[in-house]
């Protein structure tokens, strides 16, 4: 079992950064990959980063050069750098834990871009 809480979303004006944090507790030896994903309202829930223990970070096209994934010193915390937000990228936003072929969510942090 593993448990994801996020922090850090809030209200932001359009061209502003936010960053975002979650904390894993559980059984965090076990993650294979850890994530950001998004949903906005009416819409499906979409990746924002995803990176693998030690390995790359994939990104989806519409955040590319605007969000950074980073993984704090301690295993357990991970990070989404959110800078030129666009009122697009307005959702709530949820950290995601694989392990093995499980996936864990956080209840999520609502992120809104005012234009």
């Known amino acids: 079992q593993v448990q994801l809480v996020e922090s850090g979303g809030g209200l932001v004006q359009a061209g502003g950064s936010l960053r975002l944090s979650c904390v894993a507790s559980?059984?965090?030896?076990?993650?294979?990959?850890m994530g950001w994903y998004r949903q906005a309202p009416g819409k499906q829930r979409e990746l924002v980063a995803s990176n693998t223990s030690g390995g790359s970070t994939n990104y989806a096209d519409s955040v590319k050069g605007r969000f950074s994934f980073s993984r704090g010193i301690s295993k357990n915390l991970v990070y989404l750098q959110m800078n030129s937000l666009k009122p697009e990228d307005t959702a709530v936003y949820y950290c995601n834990a694989l392990v093995g072929n499980m996936n864990y969510w956080g209840k999520g942090t609502l992120v809104t871009v005012s234009s």
């Open positions: 559980g059984s965090i030896l076990r993650i294979n990959a």
